[in-house]
């Protein structure tokens, strides 16, 4: 350990758990109080303290126990103003999903993420935690037939490979293939079955929903995955989104052509891991996410209020 480390550790104690004041800590330590500010600041940022905020007992009459009662998940609702903007509501989301992840994780687990808008938002907020043995896995390809598409996926994966000093797991191939017969080919490689067995043992899954329409437009529908002539027919086969690349009806349905050629885990597999931590932000979202929530791949929901509530009207036939 570092002297600023030290120093960071021991105005933590004396703050977080002794309850002293800055000033009082500034005098034992013989320090100025801005001096002990920093202190406790860089102990928050190297991941020596650990601040969350526990949610509250879910009751049967709130939008948690509501979403609970009737999809049997784990919820983590995150109170939203109703004008607040997509951007907002995906931050807001992305900080609690985030120190969430942190608290189920321990050494030697396995966490796969699924690349996309929303868990590009949340691994910059991942704490730091060094958990020995621990792996991160990419849980879809990225590539498309104009890019690559690594960089964006290996950001976030190398984030969260970062918070929690882990080994990295890419996943090298094409986010959908042009052909079934491809795939099943790709499938067959000892390099690709290997990223599949990884998979395979995942403890956790962090991902989000697609839309095919909304403000946050998902990366599969605008950044030159799938063309415009597949996307149409999609909508016209009733896709109104997906998870980790996989096509889905909003009754939780994923038996389309499309989804022969698609590179994430089909809901199947998805709910072969124990932990599946689903985070959503956004009114455009509903559809897709009570697709997935249908589809029963969610063990917990991290949602922004707002589209909660919608999703639990669409449900009990409220709205459309």
Partial sequence: MSDREELAHQAASMHYLQGLTMEAIAGQMGVSRSTVSRLLSFARESGLVH??????????????????????????????RSAAPDISRLGDVAQVCANHLSSLMEPGMTLGIAWGNTTSAITPNLPGRKLRGTTVVQLNGAANASESGMPYADAIISQAATAFGAKMVHFPVPAFFDYPETKNAMWRERSVRRVLETIESCDIALFGVGAMSGRLPSHVYSAGFLDESEIDAARQDGVVGDVCTVLMRQDGSTDMALNARASGPPPSQLRRIPRRICAVAGDSKAGPLLGALRAGVVTDLVVDSSLATRVLSISNGRSR
């Fill in 51 to 80: 601040i969350s905020v526990e949610a509250p007992p879910v009751s049967r009459s709130s939008l948690g126990g509501q979403l609970r009662r009737e999809f049997g998940v784990n919820a983590w609702v995150v109170p939203v």
